[in-house]
């Protein structure tokens, strides 16, 4: 990765050196200076977030960030360690996805900017990258944003939180200016939700995985459902959806918050009164994120649109405010602790004063309305009667004409014999419409003018309705003027005491993502489990891959397959057919594991897993054309980001290593990243059609073979796929031509393929195996078990589970079998020894005949290479 960021130049780079000052020097941000419309300021999938970044000096650089978002009012602070091909960094940038990211102006020829700019594809996505001066990045204006902004109840903790953080908190400071100067905004005091995220806490995943294992976007098919965020995203609110994708992309590795998200999805399940009252008071829920933000962000440019979007943002804060009491009705009689503290925050009191001040000034009726028309009259009816005499008597006139329009109508369709409508739109408000087959029979009346056709209807305008559409709009720009002082007093009495709604926010979109998670769990056709994670091993029972269930379950029954991983057998080597299921297995433990770490069940019957800190998966095996990159460069550019960056607590997965280069070096390479995963202690689960591999690995300590079954049939002919993992390797030595055959390669070319691959086989079986040295590697390989199963025993007799004559009748039967199984790895050792030595002295030497066998078999000078490094090491 170091390379591709030394290779990219500047040019390839969305970089655009900014100077920033008050005054004329402000850069040109287009479309991201707009002000946001009612239409937008609903939707979360716009969000408007400034990223800053910057790093110190040295081989391991301590990275900063600081992400604000501008559409929900939210800042999140970072500042951590990283390696030189900036992972941690790029996977914090791509979890929050900014609109734009900040840089110095002097760092613009940087490796860091280099990285972000070629990972994140700046350009494709089209992610705005800027340098700004350096006497921006200020750590005394961080500070001083921090307790001018931040909540009253946040500014203690968070001054301990950045102390020592000085990059993090210089990029806050860059953050703010620029939106302040360039985007022409700035935040009310005290009413940024400011937070300091470590990179503790959550767990790693790095693009190429994100992509690989389709977490949140499938593969063949951008705009598809079918990925893992699509499978368990019922969230009913856009706060729950964000909520919902950040942790599917960075997974908790707090156990404790994992057990309460659990326990609270439990009681949503068991409680079915409970779980449908939820749903039902946040299916009308609207964005509080943006709602709040709109109201705590102060734009320079207060013109009429400005007055027009504060009244909007005032009835949404009313709609806010009224649906949050269902939501603590809903929850009544809640037990687990994340349900109640839910409920505890969602109390009428932690709002009332909000509610008290918009019962002063607003009309009880007026809710805000997605409909142009509906929305216009609850602006303009919203301020209660009495407040401004003016303002009544402006509403008088607004209603009378909304009257005469109705009237005039009425009118018009007693004249025509055309069934005409009144419609309303916002650009250009009533309009009149009618079917284009009445154009048949009777002609259009000369007075309508404006007519254009779309789809089965066709859409006019008379001369004057023109002019009572302009009358109705004065009046109600009007209306909107008079509103403004009493709506300006109310949003600046509002602020000061919104804090509460911001937590209520949060508080509603873990809600709505358990909600979501209930619906998937009770939905579903096959059973989903409570995953326990404070275990150290991987034990599911009858686990599937979960978006493949989804996908077949009409088809086809999805066959359930078992997981078994534990610190004295971390490394599993999967061997098996073409098409048998290999890398929809290895996908699936990975799924599951994100899935129970962000709360939710997982497909299974039984479920535990360990914790895993990093989780990476070499799969794809696709070309990058547009880096020039082949596929072998590609796949060996991931395995050594891997090597480099994982550790005990990672999770990997490795599907056909090597197959993009020669046999041989494939082998070889394949047998060298084995060897290193092994050592490192991580859990892996390595697929491979190297027949050779797990033979070579088959003694090493901490290694497990399986395979995936298939049946095939005597002639080749016919192939039954099982989808079923087993014990061993592969026994099968041409399923490969098997499969060829079954799908109607010609069966001349299968034939000599066949005689060719006999005859390696032959030449390969002429070598012999070290047996002393497999010995003691079987031997130390035995003990480690025992050990493991030995501590096992002492923590459930530590817990109190189990009988104590049981435990030492197991303990008696565990002695017999180590001794039996000992004795027998000497015997199978010595009679190997003899025979080997029987041979030699027989005129015919084993290791002559390997050597023969290596210049006509690919990969076999490679195993016995690997081998005796195997053993070695062992």
């Given at each position: 990765?170091?390379?591709?960021?030394?290779?990219?130049?500047?040019?390839?780079?969305?970089?655009?050196?900014?100077r920033?000052?008050?005054?004329?020097?402000?850069?040109?941000?287009?479309?991201r200076?707009?002000?946001?419309?009612?239409?937008?300021?609903t939707?979360?999938?716009?969000?408007?977030?400034?990223c800053?970044?910057?790093?110190?000096?040295?081989?391991?650089?301590?990275?900063?960030?600081?992400?604000?978002?501008?559409?929900?009012?939210?800042?999140?602070?970072?500042?951590?360690?990283?390696?030189?091909?900036?992972?941690?960094?790029?996977?914090?940038?791509?979890?929050?996805?900014?609109?734009?990211?900040?840089?110095?102006k002097?760092?613009?020829?940087?490796k860091?900017?280099?990285?972000?700019?070629?990972?994140?594809?700046?350009?494709k996505?089209?992610?705005?990258?800027?340098?700004?001066?350096?006497?921006?990045w200020?750590?005394?204006s961080?500070?001083?944003?921090v307790?001018?902004?931040?909540?009253p109840?946040?500014?203690?903790s968070?001054?301990?939180?950045?102390?020592?953080?000085?990059?993090?908190?210089c990029?806050?400071?860059?953050?703010?200016?620029?939106?302040?100067?360039?985007?022409?905004?700035s935040?009310?005091?005290?009413?940024?939700?400011?937070?300091?995220?470590?990179?503790?806490?959550?767990?790693m995943?790095?693009?190429?995985?994100?992509?690989?294992?389709?977490?949140?976007q499938?593969l063949?098919n951008?705009?598809?459902r079918?990925?893992?965020l699509?499978l368990?995203?019922?969230?009913?609110?856009?706060?729950?959806?964000r909520?919902?994708?950040?942790?599917?992309?960075?997974?908790?590795?707090?156990a404790?918050?994992?057990?309460?998200?659990?326990q609270?999805?439990s009681?949503?399940?068991?409680?079915?009164?409970?779980?449908?009252?939820?749903?039902?008071?946040?299916?009308?829920?609207?964005?509080?994120?943006?709602?709040?933000?709109t109201?705590?962000v102060?734009?320079?440019?207060?013109?009429?649109?400005?007055?027009?979007?504060?009244?909007?943002?005032?009835?949404?804060?009313k709609?806010?405010?009224?649906?949050?009491?269902?939501?603590?009705?809903?929850?009544?009689?809640a037990?687990?602790?994340?349900?109640q503290a839910?409920?505890?925050?969602c109390?009428?009191?932690?709002?009332?004063?909000?509610?008290?001040l918009?019962?002063?000034?607003?009309?009880?009726?007026?809710r805000?309305?997605?409909?142009?028309?509906?929305?216009?009259?609850q602006?303009?009816?919203?301020?209660?009667?009495?407040?401004?005499?003016?303002?009544?008597v402006?509403?008088?006139?607004y209603?009378?004409l909304?009257?005469?329009?109705?009237?005039?109508?009425?009118?018009?369709?007693?004249?025509?014999?055309?069934?005409?409508?009144?419609?309303y739109?916002?650009?250009?408000?009533?309009?009149?419409?009618?079917?284009?087959?009445?154009?048949?029979?009777n002609?259009?009346?000369?007075?309508?003018?404006?007519?254009?056709?779309?789809?089965?209807?066709i859409?006019?305008?008379?001369?004057?309705?023109?002019?009572?559409?302009?009358?109705?709009?004065d009046?109600?720009n009007?209306?909107?003027?008079?509103s403004?002082?009493?709506?300006?007093?109310?949003?600046?009495e509002?602020?000061?005491?919104?804090?509460?709604?911001?937590?209520?926010?949060?508080?509603?979109?873990?809600?709505?993502?358990?909600?979501?998670?209930?619906?998937l769990?009770?939905?579903?056709?096959?059973?989903?489990v409570?995953?326990?994670?404070?275990?150290?091993?991987?034990?599911i029972?009858?686990?599937?891959?979960?978006?493949r269930?989804?996908?077949?379950h009409?088809?086809?029954r999805?066959?359930?397959n078992?997981?078994?991983?534990?610190?004295?057998n971390?490394?599993?080597?999967?061997?098996?057919?073409?098409?048998s299921?290999?890398?929809?297995?290895?996908?699936?433990?990975?799924?599951?594991?994100?899935?129970?770490q962000?709360?939710?069940?997982?497909?299974?019957e039984?479920?535990?897993?360990p914790?895993?800190h990093?989780?990476f998966?070499?799969?794809?095996t696709?070309?990058?054309?547009?880096?020039?990159?082949?596929?072998?460069?590609?796949e060996?550019?991931?395995?050594?980001?891997?090597?480099?960056?994982?550790s005990?607590?990672?999770l990997?997965?490795?599907?056909?290593?090597?197959?993009?280069?020669?046999?041989?070096d494939?082998l070889?390479?394949?047998?060298?990243?084995?060897?290193?995963?092994?050592?490192?202690?991580?859990y892996?689960w390595?697929v491979?059609?190297f027949?050779?591999?797990?033979?070579?690995?088959?003694d090493r300590?901490?290694?497990?073979?399986?395979?995936?079954?298939?049946?095939?049939?005597?002639?080749?002919?016919?192939?039954?796929?099982?989808?079923?993992?087993?014990?061993?390797?592969e026994?099968?030595?041409?399923?490969?031509?098997?499969?060829?055959?079954?799908?109607?390669?010609?069966?001349?070319?299968?034939?000599?393929?066949?005689?060719?691959?006999?005859?390696l086989?032959?030449?390969?079986?002429?070598?012999?195996?070290?047996?002393?040295?497999?010995a003691?590697a079987?031997?130390?390989?035995?003990?480690?078990?025992?050990?493991?199963?030995?501590?096992?025993?002492?923590?459930?007799?530590v817990?109190?589970e189990?009988?104590?004559?049981?435990?030492?009748?197991?303990?008696?039967?565990?002695?017999?079998?180590?001794t039996?199984?000992m004795?027998?790895?000497?015997?199978?050792?010595?009679?190997?020894?003899?025979?080997?030595?029987?041979?030699v002295?027989?005129?015919?030497d084993?290791?002559?005949?390997?050597?023969?066998?290596?210049?006509?078999a690919?990969?076999?000078g490679?195993?016995?290479?690997?081998?005796?490094?195997?053993?070695?090491?062992?």
């Open positions: 990765m170091a390379s591709r960021a030394q290779s990219t130049s500047a040019g390839t780079r969305n970089t655009t050196a900014t920033l000052t008050p005054t004329t020097d402000r850069p040109q941000t287009g479309s200076s707009r002000p946001r419309t009612t239409a937008t300021s939707s979360y999938s716009d969000n408007e977030i400034i800053a970044v910057s790093e110190s000096r040295g081989v391991s650089p301590t990275v900063g960030l600081s992400f604000v978002n501008v559409s929900t009012s939210e800042a999140v602070l970072c500042q951590f360690a990283d390696t030189q091909t900036y992972a941690r960094t790029c996977h914090k940038i791509k979890v929050f996805a900014p609109s734009e990211i900040i840089y110095m002097t760092a613009e020829d940087s860091l900017i280099s990285i972000v700019a070629e990972n994140l594809e700046v350009q996505f089209d992610i705005a990258m800027t340098g700004i001066e350096r006497k921006y200020s750590e005394t961080g500070h001083d944003y307790h001018q902004l931040a909540f109840d946040d500014v203690e968070l001054k301990l939180s950045v102390a020592g953080s000085y990059f993090a908190i990029c806050f400071s860059a953050a703010l200016k620029y939106i302040d100067l360039a985007m022409e905004l935040f009310a005091p005290q009413t940024l939700r400011i937070k300091f995220e470590p990179s503790e806490g959550s767990t995943i790095d693009l190429s995985t994100m992509a690989s294992l389709e977490l949140s499938n063949q951008d705009k598809s079918d990925c893992l699509g368990l995203n019922h969230t009913l609110t856009p706060m729950g959806a909520f919902l994708r950040s942790n599917v992309l960075q997974p908790s590795t707090d404790e918050k994992i057990r309460k998200r659990q609270a999805l009681e949503l399940t068991s409680k079915e009164d409970m779980f449908f009252a939820v749903r039902a008071a946040l299916k009308s829920f609207i964005d509080a994120d943006r709602v709040l933000a109201l705590v102060v734009s320079t440019r207060q013109d009429f649109h400005f007055m027009e979007q504060s009244i909007n943002n005032v009835l949404m804060l709609t806010l405010v009224d649906g949050v009491k269902p939501v603590w009705q809903a929850l009544a009689g037990n687990s602790a994340e349900l839910i409920r505890q925050l109390e009428p009191g932690n709002y009332m004063q909000v509610e008290n918009l019962s002063r000034c607003l009309s009880v009726d007026v805000y309305s997605s409909k142009p028309l509906d929305l216009r009259n602006r303009v009816y919203g301020i209660q009667a009495g407040v401004n005499s003016f303002l009544d402006a509403r008088q006139a209603k009378e909304n009257a005469d329009v109705n009237d005039m109508f009425n009118l018009l369709k007693e004249e025509t014999e055309i069934p005409i409508e009144l419609k739109d916002s650009d250009r408000q009533y309009y009149l419409r009618f079917p284009a087959s009445e154009t048949k029979d002609p259009i009346p000369n007075t309508f003018i404006n007519i254009y056709k779309k789809n089965k209807y859409e006019c305008q008379t001369l004057d309705l023109i002019k009572m559409n302009q009358k109705i709009k009046a109600h009007e209306v909107i003027c008079l403004d002082a009493t709506v300006q007093e109310l949003i600046d509002v602020r000061s005491t919104i804090h509460p709604l911001f937590k209520i926010s949060e508080s509603i979109a873990m809600l709505d993502m358990l909600a979501g998670f209930a619906q769990v009770t939905t579903s056709m096959n059973e989903y409570q995953p326990e994670v404070h275990m150290d091993s991987f034990m029972k009858s686990g599937r891959h979960p978006i269930e989804k996908l077949q009409q088809h086809d999805f066959v359930p078992d997981v078994y991983a534990t610190p004295q971390r490394f599993h080597i999967i061997t098996g057919c073409n098409m299921g290999k890398s929809t297995y290895i996908r699936s433990v990975a799924l599951m594991a994100v899935m129970a962000i709360g939710c069940f997982v497909p299974a039984y479920a535990s897993f914790m895993s990093e989780i998966a070499r799969i794809s696709d070309d990058n054309i547009e880096a020039n990159v082949s596929t072998f460069a590609s060996m550019r991931e395995m050594a980001f891997i090597l480099r960056n994982m005990p607590r990672s990997v997965i490795v599907d056909e290593l090597g197959r993009g280069t020669s046999t041989t494939g070889a390479i394949a047998i060298a990243i084995a060897e290193t995963l092994i050592d490192s202690k991580a892996v390595f491979t059609h027949r050779d591999l797990p033979r070579i690995l088959a300590a901490g290694v497990a073979n399986l395979h995936l079954s298939a049946e095939i049939s005597d002639d080749y002919s016919k192939m039954t796929m099982r989808y079923k993992i087993a014990d061993g390797y026994e099968e030595r041409f399923y490969g031509l098997a499969l060829a055959r079954a799908i109607g390669l010609p069966g001349d070319v299968v034939d000599t393929a066949t005689r060719v691959s006999e005859a086989h032959e030449r390969n079986e002429a070598r012999k195996r070290n047996p002393r040295a497999t003691v079987r031997r130390r390989k035995l003990i480690l078990n025992v050990k493991e199963q030995l501590g096992q025993a002492r923590e459930t007799a817990r109190g189990g009988r104590a004559e049981a435990l030492r009748g197991w303990l008696r039967r565990l002695q017999l079998e180590f039996v199984r004795r027998a790895i000497d015997a199978d050792a010595d009679a190997d020894a003899a025979e080997a030595e029987a041979e002295v027989g005129g015919r084993p290791a002559r005949e390997s050597t023969e066998g290596e210049q006509g690919e990969g076999d490679e195993e016995t290479e690997g081998q005796s490094e195997s053993t070695s090491r062992s």
